[in-house]
């Protein structure tokens, strides 16, 4: 057997790991940044009847044109930009990666951020360049960034707006000047739109090379995997040449354009994240030997005593709580944990347990 993968599967693919998703069953779930609320009740009835009407005998739309409407009128899409449907950001970022991809080509994003930058990147065959934040406060680097567009010409450029797993908005005049010296695609990922105020959806159009993407993930429909990308119609059409036959199924699709009709409970749900969020971090700030860093998304990223990583998270844990340790993940993340905001209860147990966890010897 290992004849037979080391012959035939491609060295950059053996030298990855797959993509980790702990288990979670009978834990307080705080470690993906989902929304802690379920399905309004107030549009679950409808929602059951529209599932029931749903024709999954038959192929879906292969575009979504329902639901690209849904999708515009409840998210501003400017009209006269043009709408591409995923299953999941993670499939977009794929897509846009195949589309571009060729020998000594460039994929560039800040670091720490998403992973599945770096890791569709190298599965598509590109070069990945990953530019380091600042250190103190994670903010971005313009000079460096620059530099290492000038010096990579990358293909594409990656922004999170916020940033994952930071929280933290870069600011929007230093994005402009990345947008403005780049030679390829820039997209403004903005997967946590729901829990800020910051976005550049309005201003798609002010630069040839600008495309925004977003998932309905964060809003609270996560198990639905749809992801969307905004832009100038021409290129959108190039991307869309990559995108396999109905890549977004039927009750996805019926689903998410009820939700968007029913946008309103949605929203009021992430106000009231927004809410905890400013609560969790005054308690996270108000606690002896925790440094939380600011969050314009629906987490916080936490830095911990130096070594106490590792024994708080498995500490937490024993609890029932889930959170992502991050201490390895990246240099500037050690020390880190990453916490979801959850609904108050969760919130309450999760302080408890950190500071039970910090209380140990």
Known sequence: MSDLIERWIRPEIRAISAYHVPKAAGLIKLDAMENPYPWPEAARA??????????????????????????????????????????????????????????????????????????????????YVGVPLRAADFSLDLPAVLEAIEATAPALVFIAYPNNPTGNLFAPEAIERIIAAAPGLVIVDEAYAPFTD????????????LLVMRTVSKMGLAGLRLGYLAGPPALLAE?????????????????????????????????????????????????????????????????????????????IGARGILVKN??????????????????????????????????EA
């Open 239 to 315: 991307i869309d040449k990559v995108r396999l036959p109905y890549n977004v199924n039927v009750l996805t699709q019926v689903s998410a354009a009820l939700a968007m009709r029913h946008r309103a409970l949605f929203d009021e749900q992430c106000r009231a994240i927004r809410a905890e969020r400013a609560s969790l971090m005054a308690a996270l700030t108000a606690m002896e030997g925790v440094q939380p860093f600011a969050s314009e998304a629906n987490f916080i990223l936490v830095r911990l005593p130096e070594g106490r990583a590792a024994q708080v998270f498995a500490a």
């Open 326 to 359: 991050l201490d390895g993940a990246h240099p500037q993340l050690a020390d880190c944990l990453r916490v979801t905001v959850g609904r108050p209860e969760e919130n309450r147990a999760f302080l408890a347990a950190l500071a039970a966890a910090l209380a």
């Open 198 to 209: 910051a976005s550049f959806m309005p201003r798609l159009g002010e630069w040839p090379n």
């Open 46 to 127: 409808e929602w059951l009847e529209v599932l029931r009407r749903a024709e999954v005998n038959l192929y879906p739309d292969p575009r979504g044109t329902e639901l690209q409407a849904d999708l515009r009128a409840a998210m501003g899409i400017p009209p006269e930009m043009g709408l591409l449907l995923g299953n999941g950001s993670d499939e977009l970022i794929q897509m846009l990666a195949l589309a571009v991809a060729a020998p000594g080509r460039t994929i560039l994003a800040m670091e720490p951020g998403f992973v599945m930058y770096r890791m569709i990147g190298r599965l598509a065959g590109m070069d």
